[in-house]
């Protein structure tokens, strides 16, 4: 029996109606709005043949209902609050729509007991979608044909797993991956992303050995001096920690902490770690014989093409007589395909106009035109290029120095060095600032901004930077016909600039 405001019906007069998503249910409501047919008439149904008392057949939804307008905050709100998680989603969304068609526009609002439960829920949502951005950890999985490279188990409260999905498909590039819930799975194959079924939280099996790696990792910065518990426990819900793989060794950690570790500043591992950290992204196949691209979207080289979401080529004017190479595009730069638009480029171009450079008169590129880098919990970390990326990618580079002609090469570097030169061993110490002659053309060695970044204390990062600048000025003097080869550094204007 369903009571409504005119008193108690019975619940076989009602209209059934099934949603099981958002767009579903805005076609139920849009057809229920135009007949009429007031909430307490309909019955909504979230699996076909739900619950005992709708055994009415559901009515052919009728797709001609004309389009109700709603002001998009609205539907903005009824969007998010459609992945609530709660029995009468469906029937409460459309009391609220039926009251806003009624002239009621309150129900919009926060004061309003609908209003306030539509603004909660829709925030509950967005809370949820930024937890799952925050804690969904993707494991490497052995490899095996056909199967995700990565995938992540997460137990979400709301339904929240396909807009999530999409925040990973555009952040983690042409890498497969398969988030698993214990009511739906999304699937990224590189390019597409496929909906499928519940899985067993055993689907998300991982590769021990590079679990093994990040414990080790998280082991190892893990500082019991700087531990604030209730913190670390008020950032972290306790419902997140079972699935986080750090999950199973913090309270230990937290234990040894309280109990003299933090006297010493230092975990009882620190110092025993002999060599890599990292989780490794290895190939996943030898890769075929390497073929003459076409483009350099085409490049199939190495496999860095794989993890990352485009090529990133070289900017600037054709003509340009001064080029300037970095190593590789970094996060933002596969995501927006051009190079130096992130944190090291700001530098850059800081120091580009602290030698007098103009950015327009110069090409920037890179000598390694893909992002390698790999998944530190939802973060993607630089990875610095092996020799053989370097040199597999060395073509491109070669290709825009013939097209450009530059008269002055600045590598910003330890992999521009190498990949200008053609020379795995050349190393920066004896270049930096003092410009050498390669195949007709002046090269000069610089720091690259990333570093000046990383630089722990103000007075060597002031130094780095001013190397920057001084190659830079220096660069441009070379183009005057002057040379600084001997002289290096003494005429650069950066240590009064930087
Ligand atoms: N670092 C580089 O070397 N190149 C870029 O494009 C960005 C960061």
Redesign the pocket.
Known sequence: MARTAGGVKDVNERVVRLAQSFDEWRAGARELIARGVPPADVAWQSQPGDGDLFSSTPDATDTSAPLLRLPRPLVELLESAACFSAPDRWAFLYQVLWRWQLGQHDVMSPADTDGARLHAMAKAVRREEHDMHAYVRFRERAESDGAPRFVAWFEPTHDVLPQVARHFARRMGAISWMIATPTASMLWDGQTLHAGPALMRGAADIDDASEALWLTYYRSIFNPARLNAGLLRSHIPSRFWKNLPEGAIVPAMVSGAANGERRTGQTATVGQRNGATMIAISAERAQPARAAATTLDQCRRCELWKSATQA?PGVGPEQARIMLV?????D??DLAG?????P??ALLEQAMHDAGMARDSIY?T??VKHFKWEARGKRRLHKTPAQREILACHDWLEEEIRRVQPQVIVV??S??LKSVLQDGAATMTPLIGTPIQHNGRWVIAVY???YVLRVPDEASRRQAYAVIVDGLYQAMQLLQGQDHSVDAGTSAPSSRRA
């Open positions: 990133v970095g190593e590789q595009p970094g933002q730069e051009l190079p130096f638009v992130g090291a480029g920037l890179n000598a910003l570097g992999t521009a690259h901004p990333s």
